[in-house]
């Protein structure tokens, strides 16, 4: 068991503004060691971005974090944003001890910019001393540590493939190296060509350590068996299962943890089986029937 | 590659050939260049048949799609339907061969007219096609039926109130209420969670073995492919590059594109690290 890297205790997100609070994340907490790469699984609408964007401090109205408290690097950090004055208190900790890789972040590059344009955008909006030349050599030594062609920097948005831009967009998102990366769904818009090089380049980053860990949310469970040391499942808002990727895939306790994994299809003889099965008007693979089954809310 | 729909996608226990294509070609002019989207393709669709075409973003499948749609107009190549030629149907012909032919896309959301419940969506569909009234509404009430959905629970909601596994239930429903003989279904499943996913297949599954619908199934994962389909082609940039029989294309892939995009496919106990 490596050293702890961070534990977040007690999260309590809700959406306000409505007629009526909803609560997306409801109590959760998490541990994560030294070089860790902790998956994040569960389905549309059971609050995993959401408890991403609280870990990262990003939460901003009508998401309010109730309660929450990060360990991280031997401090506390009160992750609660109640008021403007705690999004400000939380300003230090962005992109630093915890960076964000959103949603679909490969669509956010520029498409008028050259990508080292944005490099220096980026580090200037944390550094604002940071010179273009500075900015520039990280990237570069950074692209050149994983194998990354350089020229892209010379690139406009248009003239990359999804994939590339992809991890473009990681090595970006953490040439400060941060200590903890939280990555949202960032294989799922890929081929599985593309998801491979991802996975591949976030195994590299971790084992260089550009970051000490990666909170990996997806809903996409095969590649969080490619990628994480450790799995949380998360339904309805709470955490209904973790442990070793390895012990949640061959023996999963909880219900819903079963249910996630009987509906993964991958192209394999048991699959295949079921399918035969399912065709000749035999039962088939247990499937909820409906959403509420599913806890999406 | 010289071989003919014929020893590729045939076998003994298939129906008649309902829906086929030969040598469709598709070519668009971008910046003055030539890009071939779609390179001589042939395929046939069986009767109550699953066939599943995979490949890449780009690789051509969902131009292939539009063209056997008759939504987008082939550059070379002919498309049979019931052993006639339909490449250049028009007017009433080709209202004719869209109630037989059928398409679920995407995004269920895309699809849908925001203004209108489900239940004035489902019926303005039908009005198309003069069917009102009583009939009308058992009809809806029997397409639900087919993909599990409660037509009190359903019709008068708008489609925000709906997840995404039961828009693209109630785009199934829509499909089937014109009785169509074939079902294409592109990407249709790709944008739901894994359980709702699941579902949907097999909704198409119990379609195929009650009412004998062909299914052409196109994705991106051969997962899906692999649960669902009797046969899978594999296309790259524009080709078919491998066919046959689910068992044969997976399992013991020939084609060098095929295993590589096999061998990037992530399995879920194959690939545990740890």
């Given at each position: 068991?490596?050293?702890?890297?961070?534990?977040?205790?007690?999260?309590?997100?809700?959406?306000?503004?409505?007629?009526?609070?909803?609560?997306?994340?409801?109590?959760?907490?998490?541990?994560?060691?030294?070089?860790?790469?902790?998956?994040?699984?569960?389905?549309?609408?059971?609050?995993?971005?959401?408890?991403?964007?609280?870990?990262?401090?990003?939460?901003?109205?009508?998401?309010?974090?109730?309660?929450?408290?990060?360990?991280?690097?031997?401090?506390?950090?009160?992750?609660?944003?109640?008021?403007?004055?705690?999004?400000?208190?939380?300003?230090?900790?962005?992109?630093?001890?915890?960076?964000?890789?959103?949603?679909?972040?490969?669509?956010?590059?520029?498409?008028?910019?050259?990508?080292?344009?944005?490099?220096?955008?980026?580090?200037?909006?944390?550094?604002?001393?940071?010179?273009?030349?500075?900015?520039?050599?990280?990237?570069?030594?950074?692209?050149?540590?994983?194998?990354?062609?350089?020229?892209?920097?010379?690139?406009?948005?248009?003239?990359?493939?999804?994939?590339?831009?992809?991890?473009?967009?990681?090595?970006?998102?953490?040439?400060?190296?941060?200590?903890?990366?939280?990555?949202?769904?960032?294989?799922?818009?890929?081929?599985?060509?593309?998801?491979?090089?991802?996975?591949?380049?976030?195994?590299?980053?971790?084992?260089?350590?550009?970051?000490?860990?990666?909170?990996?949310?997806?809903?996409?469970?095969?590649?969080?068996?490619?990628?994480?040391?450790?799995?949380?499942?998360?339904?309805?808002?709470?955490?209904?299962?973790?442990?070793?990727?390895?012990?949640?895939?061959?023996?999963?306790?909880?219900?819903?943890?079963?249910?996630?994994?009987?509906?993964?299809?991958?192209?394999?003889?048991?699959?295949?089986?079921?399918?035969?099965?399912?065709?000749?008007?035999?039962?088939?693979?247990?499937?909820?029937?409906?959403e509420k089954e599913v806890g999406a809310r | 590659m010289s071989e003919t729909p014929e020893m590729i996608t045939r076998s003994r226990s298939d129906g008649e050939v309902l829906l086929s294509c030969q040598n469709v070609t598709k070519e668009f002019s971008v910046a003055g260049s030539t890009v071939v989207a779609v390179d001589d393709v042939s395929l046939e669709f069986p009767e109550a048949s699953v066939l599943a075409v995979v490949g890449e973003s780009g690789s051509g499948k969902s131009t292939l799609a539009r063209m056997l749609l008759r939504l987008m107009p082939v550059t070379s190549g002919t498309i049979t339907f019931r052993g006639e030629d339909v490449t250049s149907l028009s007017g009433k012909g080709l209202r004719q061969y869209w109630s037989e032919v059928q398409a679920v896309f995407q995004d269920p959301f895309a699809s849908f007219n925001q203004f209108f419940t489900v239940g004035s969506l489902l019926r303005r569909s039908l009005a198309l096609a003069e069917v009102t009234g009583d009939e009308a509404e058992a009809l809806i009430e029997e397409c639900l039926g087919y993909v599990d959905m409660a037509p009190a629970k359903t019709l008068g909601k708008f489609p925000h109130q709906l997840s995404g596994g039961q828009r693209q239930r109630v785009m199934v429903a829509r499909a089937l209420m014109m009785r169509p003989k074939v079902l294409l279904a592109d990407e249709a499943t790709s944008m739901l969670d894994a359980t709702l996913r699941v579902n949907v297949l097999n909704v198409l599954h119990d379609l195929r073995s009650e009412l004998g619908l062909t299914v052409l199934f196109i994705t991106h994962d051969i997962g899906q492919a692999c649960y669902l389909a009797d046969r899978v082609a594999v296309m790259e940039r524009g080709r078919v590059v491998e066919r046959g029989s689910t068992e044969e294309v997976i399992f013991s892939p020939q084609g060098e594109y095929t295993r590589r995009l096999l061998a990037d496919v992530p399995d879920l106990r194959g690939s545990l690290r740890t």
């Open positions: 068991m490596s050293a702890l890297l961070a534990r977040a205790t007690n999260i309590r997100c809700v959406y306000g503004g409505g007629e009526e609070d909803f609560t997306a994340v409801d109590g959760v907490s998490l541990e994560l060691g030294e070089g860790e790469i902790l998956g994040l699984a569960g389905e549309s609408g059971c609050g995993k971005t959401t408890l991403g964007n609280a870990l990262a401090m990003i939460a901003t109205p009508p998401l309010y974090v109730l309660s929450g408290l990060l360990e991280i690097d031997g401090e506390s950090i009160d992750l609660s944003t109640l008021s403007v004055a705690d999004l400000k208190r939380h300003r230090p900790y962005r992109g630093r001890t915890v960076s964000m890789l959103p949603q679909g972040a490969m669509n956010s590059i520029s498409p008028t910019i050259r990508v080292r344009s944005l490099v220096h955008d980026v580090m200037r909006a944390h550094d604002p001393r940071v010179t273009k030349a500075e900015a520039l050599d990280l990237a570069r030594d950074r692209l050149k540590m994983l194998d990354m062609p350089v020229r892209v920097l010379d690139s406009y948005a248009h003239q990359l493939s999804g994939g590339m831009k992809q991890r473009l967009i990681t090595v970006i998102s953490t040439l400060q190296n941060p200590r903890l990366l939280i990555a949202d769904e960032p294989t799922s818009a890929l081929d599985v060509s593309s998801q491979r090089m991802l996975v591949e380049m976030l195994l590299a980053m971790v084992e260089q350590r550009i970051m000490s860990g990666v909170v990996f949310v997806t809903h996409d469970l095969p590649v969080l068996s490619q990628v994480s040391d450790k799995l949380a499942i998360m339904n309805a808002g709470r955490i209904v299962e973790t442990g070793p990727t390895r012990r949640l895939v061959e023996e999963p306790q909880h219900d819903y943890t079963r249910t996630l994994l009987s509906s993964v299809l991958d192209p394999s003889h048991e699959t295949r089986e079921r399918g035969r099965l399912r065709s000749s008007g035999h039962a088939g693979p247990q499937a909820p029937t409906s | -």
